[in-house]
């Protein structure tokens, strides 16, 4: 089946740092990837919604400059946490979709754990 | 504004029992989908089961079955014969059609008793 990865699994950084989050498909294209964030004991919020080759669309009340995504290929995409804060320390989780399938093939990744001190 | 409610934050099942999750939700839309998510201690979201809001028979799958009661925004989630591998964060989400967009609910987790 596909499968789609994250790194890192987890990452710990200081108050004012940069972090970035890979989220890949490892055997399948993906025109579109998705960013959710969970915190503890919640439901997956979704972020922004990343197409290849074009600027990301941000869900409301996500601060875009802070969360920036980058898609630059069919099988990357990345988030950065920009000047990381503790408020910001969260569960991290990407899906993909492979082009040509339904809104609802969407294969999650495992998900990074963000931990900011 | 669509909303996804699970009242149960946490169930508890006997192994070979089964179990029913309770998940309600509401959306002005009518063409729409419910969907059962899984999410193991791995944090590895599985699809579990799928229900498209036109169709009045219940989406099954194995031993999952759902309970969908449109006039009443209700979806429940029964799992029959639970094994020690059912144990897990469980998801109750809502996408309209037309967008990628899922609505989760807040989860509840399910601890399978040996």
């Known amino acids: 089946g596909a499968v789609v990865s994250q790194h890192p699994s987890w990452v710990i950084c200081k108050s004012g740092t940069s972090v970035k989050i890979e989220c890949r498909s490892l055997d399948f294209q993906a025109t579109t990837m998705f960013w959710y964030r969970q915190f503890p004991k919640q439901s997956l919020m979704l972020m922004a919604t990343s197409n290849e080759g074009s600027k990301a669309t941000y869900e409301q009340g996500v601060e875009k400059d802070k969360f920036l995504i980058n898609h630059a290929s069919l099988t990357l995409s990345t988030l950065t946490v920009t000047s990381a804060h503790p408020e910001d320390s969260s569960f991290y989780i990407c899906?993909?979709?492979?082009?040509?399938?339904?809104?609802?093939?969407?294969?999650f990744g495992p998900g990074t754990r963000l931990t900011v001190l | 504004a669509q909303t996804v409610t699970q009242s149960q934050p946490e169930m508890s099942v006997q192994e070979a029992e089964t179990v029913t999750l309770s998940c309600t939700y509401d959306t002005s839309e009518s063409d729409y989908y419910l969907f059962w998510y899984k999410q193991p201690p791995s944090r590895q979201m599985i699809l579990v089961i799928r229900?498209?809001?036109?169709?009045?028979q219940n989406a099954t799958e194995n031993r999952f079955s759902v309970n969908f009661q449109k006039a009443a925004k209700s979806f429940s989630l029964k799992i029959s014969d639970s094994q020690l591998g059912d144990a897990a964060m469980y998801f109750c989400a809502l996408r309209t059609s037309g967008t990628y967009k899922y609505i989760f609910g807040t989860g509840t987790r399910l601890k399978v008793l040996a």
């Open positions: 899906s993909a979709r492979p082009p040509g399938t339904s809104a609802d093939t969407q294969y």
């Open positions: 229900q498209e809001a036109y169709k009045q």
